[in-house]
């Protein structure tokens, strides 16, 4: 996309002072008799004429995105207003334009917005945040929603195909078998030991009584940005997401797997035929936590 088609703000185009304006950019200055809700809603109606002056957003949209920055604002007692931030308002706003057409998105960055000039908030802000918001898509915002209250992680499984059946154990081999029942079994047990898989299914996110599938990219793409880890090889050991395991295992989806066992999968001179979960687990870093509780 060309430059030309991205929306920069208009210092000179603004309905308050360049003398202002001037100190709004200069974290140095003072703002003397401008309230920073004055000045952010000054910015928002003069950057967003010029997003309907290009017709890059539903007017619709706009007027729902400034309404929500202006109840939030409004919502700021005067003594907590502060303007010293208001380069970073600058940025999100910026930052903003091309995620309006989502009501998930529009609510977000009202958040944010609003909460640069919020002298409670504003000191958690990093410069990144207007960024990964800006590149990040309803389904991963829908993640960071659900970790945000799901004590900031959630269990995730995906399914693979076993060329072993791990139903055996060592703590179910009888030892007083013949030596030949004996070695039979723990020849299965060393099998299960150096068993190979496959994938099935990408990650899906699981919950009590409900799950997500076709969330995996959307889960490297929080990764990617820092604001989640993943860990495919530890489940979860409290009660919800071990119950959260057990109601995914016994769910219509996995169950769909077990006719593997007749209809195995040939590769590479292998058979894989027994379906397994793979637990594992999402959780927020500490740069997601700081930003959820930001935008959230």
């Not at 957003?57 to 931030?85: G, S």
């Not at 060329?163 to 039979?184: F, H, V």
């Not at 919950?207 to 969330?215: A, E, I, K, V």
Request: hydrophobic share 40%; net charge neutral; proline share 3%.
């Amino acid at each position: 996309m060309s430059d030309d088609k991205i929306l920069k703000v208009d210092l000179d185009a603004l309905p308050i002072s360049k003398e202002t304006i001037q100190k709004v950019v200069d974290p140095s200055a003072e703002i003397i008799g401008e309230t920073a809700a004055t000045l952010i809603e000054a910015i928002s109606h003069a950057a967003f004429d010029r997003v309907k002056k290009f017709n890059i957003v539903r007017r619709e949209d706009i007027k729902d995105f400034q309404r929500r920055i202006e109840e939030k604002n409004a919502n700021i007692p005067i003594e907590n207003q502060d303007n010293k931030k208001l380069g970073l308002t600058l940025k999100a706003l910026d930052a903003s334009v091309y995620q309006l057409d989502e009501e998930v998105m529009r609510e977000l960055f009202a958040n944010l917005i609003s909460k640069t000039v919020d002298k409670r908030f504003n000191n958690e802000i990093l410069p990144i945040f207007p960024t990964l918001l800006s590149n990040m898509s309803i389904q991963e915002a829908k993640i960071l929603k659900a970790l945000a209250t799901k004590r900031k992680l959630l269990p995730i499984a995906k399914i693979v195909a076993s060329t072993a059946n791990e139903q055996t154990s060592l703590s179910g081999i009888d030892y007083d078998k013949s030596s030949t029942e004996l070695n039979q079994a723990l020849s299965s047990f060393d099998k299960i030991l150096n068993a190979k898989s496959i994938d099935l299914t990408d990650d899906i996110i699981l919950f009590q009584n409900s799950h997500w599938d076709g969330y995996s990219s959307y889960i490297s793409a929080l990764q990617a940005s820092g604001l989640i880890t993943k860990d495919q090889t530890n489940e979860l050991p409290d009660s919800k997401s071990r119950q959260s395991y057990q109601n995914f295992q016994k769910s219509v989806t996995f169950e769909s797997y077990y006719s593997l066992e007749n209809n195995p999968i040939k590769t590479e001179g292998l058979l894989f035929k027994y379906p397994k979960l793979v637990k594992g687990s999402i959780k927020l870093t500490a740069l997601g936590r700081q930003f959820i509780s930001v935008v959230l």
